[in-house]
């Protein structure tokens, strides 16, 4: 799950910012309106928190791009404490939800949580590959009822994978997917990050099969 957040205000786009990363996403982030629009229009991404006063272009009008290129990436809108006019206006723009400030952090994480499997329109909490269970909102996968030990991006490889079960995600997807801006992570890493997911994988007979230099896909074992 990748999510792109969209906040000005430093101090609480870093603090989103770790402990989104903590709970396992993704997440980019950007500072002005403009690089947001270039953002969205250059990237995928899950989820969007977007701030409705940016420099450079204000949220709303990200916003009405965004919803004009036809894209419905849940966008959760963070708004000052007296912003009705605001609020009304990005709802009535296709916003799926918002959350004045100041908000806790534990509340911003539901609502991340409730739109990104809002996101997967209609997809099951639980994807099952045989002896192995994931659950998308909780963020736990089992094998046999056993909770796995996974690192956030074995976590989010194997999230990426279980979702596309018998199709191929090439390696440039997964970097794409798992890996945060500005941050060189080479295919190698992803090689690393397949071997050790592979070993813990190894009671559950799901196998993550190599596409020789082209990318994996998550199959049984026969
Ligand atoms: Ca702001």
Redesign the pocket.
């Known amino acids: 799950m990748r999510i792109l957040i969209a906040?000005?205000?430093e101090v609480l786009a870093d603090g989103l910012a770790r402990s989104l990363r903590q709970s396992g996403y993704a997440v980019d982030s950007v500072k002005t309106g403009s690089e947001a629009d270039s953002a969205l229009t250059a990237s995928e991404f899950d989820l969007l928190i977007l701030?409705?006063?940016?420099p450079r272009m204000n949220g709303l009008e990200v916003l009405r791009r965004l919803r004009g290129r036809d894209s419905r990436v849940p966008v959760l809108l963070l708004t000052a404490l007296d912003g009705v006019d605001d609020r009304v206006r990005g709802l009535d723009l296709g916003a799926d939800d918002y959350l004045a400030k100041p908000f806790q952090l534990a509340e911003l994480e539901a609502r991340v949580r409730a739109l990104t499997r809002r996101g997967a329109a209609g997809a099951p909490t639980l994807l099952k590959n045989g002896a192995l269970s994931y659950d998308q909102v909780g963020k736990v996968a089992h094998v046999n009822g056993d909770m796995l030990e996974l690192s956030a991006r074995e976590l989010a490889l194997l999230e990426i994978l279980i979702q596309r079960p018998g199709r191929m995600v090439s390696k440039e997807q997964l970097v794409d997917h798992l890996c945060q801006w500005g941050e060189e992570v080479s295919t190698n890493a992803i090689e690393v990050y397949v071997h050790r997911l592979r070993k813990k994988l190894e009671p559950s007979q799901v196998r993550i099969s190599t596409v020789r230099g082209l990318g994996y896909f998550m199959d049984r074992n026969p």
């Open positions: 906040e000005d205000d701030d409705i006063g940016l």
